[in-house]
């Protein structure tokens, strides 16, 4: 399966996006999640979805970030608001568990004013 994260962008913080990850290849059976990498620092688990729609978040994004799937269209979306500084990263979506697909590129997000 290859994944093809799109919809990153320059805002200014409080700003909003919607990320995309749309997958060449089924993926309705798995546990679905989003990651980031900020320069200089380890990739880690943003957000996640189970294959019933149940979510989890990372402390520093509850109530900001809303991670969805469409499994007719085998995508994962991540939306994003009140975006701030610290959420400057390169954004990836994967499998939560087990081994992952191929990376893919990932997509840029850069808040800054």
């Known amino acids: 399966v290859q994944l093809q994260a799109s919809g990153g962008g320059s805002v200014q913080p409080g700003g909003s996006l919607r990320l995309s990850c749309v997958a060449s290849?089924?993926?309705?059976?798995?546990?679905m999640a989003w990651y980031s990498q900020a320069p200089g620092k380890q990739r880690e688990l943003v957000a996640s979805?189970?294959?019933?729609?149940?979510?989890d978040y990372t402390n520093s994004v509850k109530g900001r970030f809303t991670i969805s799937r469409d499994n007719a269209k085998n995508t994962v979306y991540l939306q994003m608001a009140s975006l701030k500084p610290e959420d400057t990263a390169v954004y990836y979506c994967?499998?939560?568990?087990?081994?992952?697909?191929?990376w893919g590129q990932g997509t840029q997000v850069t808040v800054s004013s």
């Open positions: 994967n499998k939560r568990w087990g081994q992952k697909f191929s």
């Open positions: 290849g089924i993926i309705s059976g798995n546990v």
């Open positions: 979805i189970s294959t019933s729609g149940s979510t």
